[in-house]
């Protein structure tokens, strides 16, 4: 059974960089049928997916327009764990965070999310 | 992107009786290529990470009970509780994978009447 523990900041002031990490047990971050995504929900925006990392003989990134120009997804295979640094907060960025897993034998759908991390960027 | 659209907004059903909630997309979201629609449904409840219900559309992911069903295919999708329990009352999200972005439906919320 795959767990996911998120770690990070949960308070933020506006311009600030906001950085979590994801821990993985029980599967690999360079699994050659898994992807690993960051995924945020607002009452304002909903859920909204912000990008993805994986590897297929190299590592791969896809990010979501609206944010590409400030995010950026890593990985680190010694951990086994993978991050996301989102450049520049505002207050429209108050969320709750969660990192997702994508798997092929659930039809390639995210089927397992972590805990969540509500991240408050205010002043 | 592909915009998901859930209706109803809410749901309220007594125990034991059938909730079905509907999400349409704004483009296809049949693979031609396997022919799934990569159209998944999730149960949220508060405090709680999403939990993965249904993928491709109308497989149930395991451990699922099997008063959870989907169906659908293209653009238009539903989800049905053939009998609902106190255990279901949640907000349920419709989801695209078949392209990027990956994007949510706006959520039904199923209550007890």
Known sequence: ?123 | DIVMTQSPDSLAVSLGERATMNCKSSQSVLNTSNNKNYLAWYQQKPGQPPKLLIYWASTRESGVPDRFSGSGSETDFSLTISSLQAEDVAVYYCHQYTSIPWTFGQGTTVEIK
């Open chain 1, 1 to 123: 059974q795959v767990q996911m523990q998120q770690s990070g900041p949960g308070l933020l002031k506006p311009s600030q960089t906001l950085s979590l990490t994801c821990a993985i047990s029980g599967d690999s971050v360079s699994s050659n049928s898994a992807t690993w995504n960051w995924i945020r929900q607002s009452p304002s925006r909903g859920l909204e997916w912000l990008g993805r990392t994986y590897y297929r003989s190299r590592w791969y990134n896809d990010y979501a327009v609206s944010v590409r120009s400030r995010i950026s997804i890593n990985s680190d295979t010694f951990k086994n764990q993978f991050s996301l640094q989102l450049n520049s907060m505002t207050p429209e960025d108050t969320a709750v965070y969660y990192c997702t897993r994508v798997r092929g034998g659930s039809g390639w759908a995210i089927d397992f999310w972590g805990q969540g991390t509500l991240v408050t960027v205010s002043s």
